[in-house]
């Protein structure tokens, strides 16, 4: 008994294996933060449309400067979660670095002085964060949340009820521009280049990584991870007593209750968070805390050009904060899928 085969029909070739064709929808998943690119054009699109000053040149150079203090905090604080580690008491650091500066000014004090101390001081309370964090084995959330809570009452202290004024002191940096570009964001863009080049090109960025994802592995690898811990803190204190300058420079005054303390470190989480930066570590993107940045200024900015209560910003802060979120998980989840 024989077996045959039929011949294929003339006129269709066996189909040879290929890739399929891509689909835009393919290619949009390999887009990194597309869901919170979408938000950030719906929101621009909407609102220059209701507003006719919202995309001037002359605004969008306003909310870049309203978000530089928030993008200095939001970068120190993208590197650190990336380690795994958190801070809260960025914002409350900010309040304290700033009303002593402010203080010392008034005193009469050089600037070149009262600049140096801030610095000094706000790293100082960063290591104090990260030694807690590091050798009490204390919950970096715990932790620092208690020293927000801290820094707010001694920012009060400081100020003892009454606003501190510096006058003209610091004012170039705060109101200064080259080609009309503020100092303030001059400042914010080279702080987030910083540290996005430290991440992806340097031995510490990779050593973040690696914490992040499995300290006890990092540790085991060769990496100083308590040296590491405690410089990646040091320099969130750093950079938050950076921005108490640059808050001190744009406002011209220091303020019981004032812009910062949690109010403030709440947007910057929401910021680095809405930017896709693991909570639990191991990944972090600068251009995703950028984005997010961006993002959170656009509504606040576009809150006030439709005159909507300023009751709504918090609302705002809250509602983007968690569509984007879902927008980014959702993303992240398909584009895992194979």
Do not use: C
């Not at 004024?165 to 009309?180: E, F, P, Y």
């Not at 191991?282 to 005159?307: K, R």
């Amino acid at each position: 008994m024989s077996v045959t085969t039929r011949p294929e029909a003339p006129g269709r070739p066996e189909k040879a294996p290929g890739r399929p064709r891509p689909r835009v929808l393919s290619v949009l998943r390999e887009v990194p933060h597309t869901g919170l690119i979408a938000v950030l054009l719906l929101v621009v699109v909407f609102t220059a449309v209701q507003s006719e000053t919202f995309a001037t040149d002359r605004n969008i150079v306003n909310i870049l400067s309203q978000i530089s203090v928030d993008a200095v905090l939001a970068a120190g604080l993208t590197l650190l979660m990336t380690a795994g580690g958190m801070d809260f008491s960025m914002g409350g650091n900010v309040a304290v670095t700033a009303a002593v500066a402010a203080k010392l000014l008034a005193g009469g004090h050089a600037t070149s002085s009262a600049v140096l101390v801030a610095l000094l001081l706000g790293t100082a309370i960063g290591l104090v964060n990260g030694l807690v964090v590091t050798f009490t084995r204390v919950a970096p959330f715990v932790a620092t949340l208690a020293s927000a809570t801290l820094l707010d009452g001694v920012a009060l202290l400081v100020h003892d009820g009454s606003t501190i004024s510096i006058g003209t002191r610091m004012s170039a940096l705060g109101n200064g521009k080259v080609l009309d570009i503020p100092y303030l964001l001059m400042v914010a863009v080279l702080v987030l280049l910083a540290t996005a080049l430290v991440l992806r090109f340097t031995v510490f960025g990779r050593d973040a990584f690696a914490i992040g994802g499995n300290e006890h592995v990092a540790r085991l690898s060769g990496i100083d991870v308590t040296a590491r811990k405690l410089t990646l803190y040091g320099l969130t204190g750093t950079l938050s007593g950076l921005a108490g300058l640059m808050l001190l420079s744009r406002l011209g005054s220091s303020s019981p209750g004032g812009t910062a303390g949690l109010s403030l470190q709440l947007a910057v989480v929401a910021a680095v968070v809405i930017g896709g930066t693991s909570l639990a570590g191991g990944y972090g993107t600068v251009v995703g805390t950028a984005l997010g940045l961006v993002l959170l200024g656009v509504v606040a900015n576009a809150l006030n050009l439709l005159d909507f209560s300023s009751n709504y910003q918090p609302v705002s802060v809250g509602a983007v904060l968690l569509v984007a979120a879902v927008a980014n998980e959702t993303h992240k989840a398909r584009a895992s899928r194979p």
